[in-house]
């Protein structure tokens, strides 16, 4: 089983990193490095999924040789879902399973930035950068580079920014469910993906949408990192 990560905003394919000694030797872990970010740092950072999806698609199809399934947290689980969609629209070979964490069902509207830490009627593109940390320590502090505050934050703002905004922009367009199983994935002290939104997947799956939570907030997957990933690679293998 090949295993495609999308990162959350502003994240690279370093995040997924520590889960290579986790995983069986059957799943192989292919984290995306997105532009913008890490080595490919001084690409600009796609602000548009209907720019970012075909291209990501056009890159991977070579690698959908084997059964395979895809990952998402947060805005990455959106880029994982409408890669799904684009590969079916393309008709090539269609994944096993799409699993996705800490983001409401597609179909719903984002949460406010309200509970996000941004004043009401503030839009991404427009925040400070000490509003978008404020932002990013409310969803309980992202790993890595975001701590330490707004100076340890300004390296990958740019990137960060071009993230939240194509999510912040996203438009769902119906079309019929996927004929593939959805697994998801929550905190349960996640401000930003309540239980019903998360349920609200089912909607996506033909044949069947699993839900669980984990103590923890939006980043709960790394809080929890062994009984996570213990639990998606279970989803994975019995697809």
Not at 30 to 53: C, I, K, N, Q, T
Not at 108 to 128: C, H, I, K, Q
Not at 150 to 168: K, N, Q, Y
């Amino acid at each position: 089983m090949r295993l495609f990560c999308v990162p959350h905003s502003g994240a690279g394919a370093a995040v997924y990193r520590p889960w290579d000694p986790l995983l069986p030797g059957d799943v192989e872990l292919v984290s995306l490095r997105l532009p913008g970010r890490e080595a490919r740092f001084r690409e600009p950072a796609f602000s548009s999924l209907e720019d970012l999806v075909p291209e990501l698609v056009d890159d991977l199809t070579p690698l959908l040789d084997v059964p395979y399934g895809w990952f998402g947290h947060s805005g990455g689980a959106l880029v994982a879902f409408e890669a799904c969609r684009e590969i079916r629209r393309r008709g090539l070979p269609e994944p096993a399973r799409l699993a996705v964490s800490s983001r409401p069902a597609p179909h719903l509207a984002a949460p406010s930035v309200s509970v996000l830490g941004l004043p009401e009627g503030t839009s991404v593109r427009d925040a400070t950068d000490a509003e978008l940390a404020a932002l990013v320590a409310a969803l309980n502090g992202a790993p890595g580079e975001a701590r330490g505050g707004t100076a340890a934050f300004a390296p990958f703002v740019r990137t960060l920014r071009a993230d939240l905004s194509f999510v912040e922009a996203y438009e769902y367009r119906p079309e019929p469910p996927l004929d593939l199983p959805i697994s998801v994935f929550g905190g349960e002290q996640d401000p930003a993906a309540s239980p019903d939104g998360l349920r609200a997947w089912h909607a996506h799956s033909s044949v069947g949408c699993t839900v669980q939570a984990f103590p923890g907030g939006h980043f709960f997957l790394h809080q929890a990192r062994e009984r996570f990933v213990a639990a998606l690679v279970r989803a994975l293998l019995k697809t």
